[in-house]
């Protein structure tokens, strides 16, 4: 069935602006795997009749694709679903709907108020044309049913990034790791690999489309297993994904994201070191750097254990970017906890990470076994702490980078000066530089001239 459908299907990279279909206007929060859920969630809905509008006051249809992860995040959401309401007052007739993270977390709730017109789960996107079918004023329509197979292998997302040169590709779904602080594994069901077949395909359909560059996208990269139906010994991991996605053409690039410390293998880093196209830059969320927090956090590793990856790292790839993610203040950090994390983060000397304050997610392990103790301001206080050392760090690692040479992919002009383009390099760092004559997709050699904590200003050469 699914077969039939691929051969028939129509490529369905860019979104329709047809003025005569109803439109469908989508909001996206959260993490890279919501933005390509996005791209899905408009791939259905193209084939079901609608076009994407970017105005929301031209919308039949306004759909915010959620996220739980920490409270301000659902907070922030809250005051746009007051803002969704306006819309409705305006012009009758009009659905909101809410998806992703935070309808599979609070469901029914969400149609307290009358305000929303749909509530669908991550795994429930197949069934939103039915859904808004079915809506009438006193008939909201809810689906958060989880599945154990759903990962949309057969759906070509319809890409929103614009850019056209860097796309995501998820390779599987949901989390089996129940992090004690982690909202996910709830919000997104169990983990399931997606079709490797599937996965290339959809990279050289964008390499075929001049996409130069795709992120493949899991919660645990590491994990990703596709067991095939006949025989184990074509079971395909995550390392052997890898490679081929990179054998797709030398010229596409291939990151991914996120590596969970524990699962990546030393296979996954020769791999990465074999092939020039697979992106120097490693994402290893560390979360804190004490044991007795990554015990409570249930992280399955330990500080020395993090080190020694990172030492094998170096070792096998020293040009590699290492990034990292940072909660202060989780349940009962002490002083010398924090310290920890401190000392771990000099130690490495990551070249950026995404930092946060402890956030007590309802209904995760934490909540019920931990209380939220760190008082706000300690917590506010450890977090300015580690942003200002990452700070110094990513300086450090941006100053060692001046007078080197990169091969650089163009993703866009930069924001701040149009005559100048925007790329990545290998090892994920931002680089802007002056190239009459080229545009994005090109690859370009460029030395570095100087640099700041986030950019690195370089010269073609
Ligand atoms: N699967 C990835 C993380 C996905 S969530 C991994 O395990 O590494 C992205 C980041 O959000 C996490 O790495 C963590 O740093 C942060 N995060 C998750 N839950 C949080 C919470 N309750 N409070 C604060 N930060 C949280
Ligand atoms: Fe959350 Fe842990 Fe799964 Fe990451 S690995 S999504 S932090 S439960
Ligand atoms: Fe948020 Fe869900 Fe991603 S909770 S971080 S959108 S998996």
């Given at each position: 069935?699914?077969?039939k459908?691929r051969?028939?299907?129509?490529?369905?990279?860019?979104?329709?602006?047809?003025?005569?279909r109803?439109k469908?206007?989508?909001?996206?929060?959260?993490c890279?795997?919501?933005?390509?859920d996005?791209?899905v969630?408009?791939?259905?809905?193209?084939d079901?009749?609608?076009?994407?509008?970017?105005d929301?006051?031209q919308?039949?249809?306004?759909?915010?694709n959620?996220?739980?992860?920490?409270?301000?995040?659902?907070?922030?959401?809250?005051?746009?679903?007051?803002?969704?309401r306006l819309?409705k007052?305006?012009?009758?007739?009009v659905?909101?709907g809410?998806?992703?993270?935070m309808?599979?977390?609070l469901?029914?709730?969400?149609?307290?108020g009358?305000?929303?017109?749909?509530?669908?789960?991550?795994?429930?996107?197949?069934?939103?044309?039915d859904l808004i079918?079915?809506i009438?004023?006193?008939?909201?329509?809810?689906?958060?049913l989880l599945?154990?197979?759903?990962?949309?292998?057969?759906?070509?997302?319809?890409?929103?990034?614009?850019?056209?040169?860097?796309?995501?590709i998820?390779?599987m779904?949901?989390c089996?790791?129940?992090?004690s602080?982690?909202v996910?594994?709830?919000?997104?069901?169990a983990?399931?690999s997606?079709?490797?077949?599937?996965?290339?395909?959809e990279?050289?359909?964008?390499?075929?489309n001049?996409?130069?560059?795709?992120?493949l996208?899991?919660?645990n990269v590491?994990?990703?297993?596709?067991?095939?139906?006949?025989?184990?010994?074509?079971?395909?991991?995550?390392?052997?994904?890898?490679?081929?996605?990179?054998?797709?053409?030398?010229?596409l690039?291939?990151?991914?994201?996120?590596?969970?410390?524990?699962?990546?293998?030393?296979?996954?880093?020769?791999t990465?070191?074999?092939y020039?196209?697979?992106c120097?830059?490693?994402h290893?969320p560390?979360?804190?750097?004490?044991?007795?927090?990554?015990?409570?956090?249930?992280?399955?590793?330990?500080r020395?254990?993090?080190l020694?990856?990172?030492?094998?790292?170096?070792?096998?790839?020293p040009d590699?970017?290492?990034s990292?993610?940072?909660?202060?203040g989780?349940?009962?950090?002490?002083?010398?906890?924090?310290k920890?994390?401190?000392?771990?983060?000099?130690?490495?000397?990551?070249?950026?990470?995404?930092?946060?304050?402890?956030?007590?997610r309802p209904?995760?392990?934490?909540?019920?076994?931990?209380p939220?103790?760190v008082?706000?301001?300690?917590?506010?206080?450890?977090?300015?702490?580690?942003?200002?050392?990452?700070?110094?760090?990513?300086?450090?690692?941006n100053t060692?980078?001046v007078?080197?040479?990169h091969?650089?992919?163009?993703?866009?002009?930069?924001k701040?000066n149009e005559?100048?383009?925007?790329g990545?390099?290998?090892n994920?760092?931002?680089?802007?530089?002056?190239?009459p004559?080229?545009?994005?997709?090109?690859y370009?050699?460029?030395?570095v001239?100087?640099?700041?904590?986030a950019?690195?200003?370089a010269?073609?050469?």
């Open positions: 069935m699914q077969d459908q051969k028939t299907r129509k490529m369905n990279i860019k979104p329709i602006t047809d003025p005569s109803p469908v206007y989508i909001e996206t929060y959260g890279q795997m919501n933005m390509n996005s791209e969630i408009l791939s259905i809905l193209q079901a009749g609608y076009a994407l509008t970017e929301i006051g919308a039949d249809v306004i759909l915010a959620t996220c739980s992860i920490r409270d301000n995040a659902e907070q922030r959401i809250w005051g746009r679903i007051d803002q969704f819309q007052r305006r012009r009758d007739g659905i909101i809410i998806v992703g993270c309808a599979e977390r469901k029914e709730k969400l149609l307290d009358h305000t929303v017109d749909l509530v669908a789960g991550p795994d429930a996107y197949r069934s939103l044309p079918r079915q009438s004023p006193d008939k909201p329509q809810i689906n958060v599945s154990h197979e759903e990962t949309y292998a057969d759906i070509s997302p319809v890409r929103m990034d614009r850019n056209g040169v860097s796309a995501y998820s390779i779904r949901g089996n790791n129940v992090c602080y982690c996910v594994p709830y919000t997104r069901g983990e399931r997606r079709d490797p077949q599937s996965i290339v395909r990279a050289v359909e964008l390499f075929e001049g996409y130069r560059e795709v992120c996208l899991g919660q590491d994990s990703y297993l596709w067991k095939h139906p006949d025989s184990a010994d074509k079971n395909v991991n995550f390392a052997q994904l890898l490679e081929m996605v990179a054998k797709v053409s030398p010229d690039r291939v990151r991914f994201s996120t590596s969970y410390p524990k699962d990546i293998s030393d296979e996954v880093i020769y990465m070191a074999m020039e196209n697979i120097r830059h490693i290893l560390v979360q804190s750097g004490s044991n007795t927090m990554l015990e409570k956090m249930r992280r399955k590793y330990n020395e254990w993090y020694e990856k990172v030492g094998k790292i170096r070792s096998v790839m590699c970017g290492i990292t993610d940072v909660i202060a989780f349940c009962g950090e002490t002083e010398q906890d924090h920890d994390t401190v000392s771990l983060m000099e130690a490495v000397g990551f070249d950026s990470a995404f930092m946060f304050q402890y956030s007590e209904g995760t392990l934490a909540a019920r076994k931990y939220d103790d008082p706000p301001e300690v917590k506010t206080a450890r977090l300015n702490e580690i942003i200002a050392l990452q700070n110094r760090l990513s300086l450090e690692s060692k980078e007078g080197k040479r091969k650089v992919l163009i993703e866009g002009t930069s701040r005559e100048e383009f925007t990545r390099t290998s994920n760092k931002v680089c802007v530089f002056a190239a004559g080229h545009k994005p997709g090109d370009v050699e460029v030395e001239l100087s640099c700041t904590s950019t690195l200003i010269k073609l050469i």
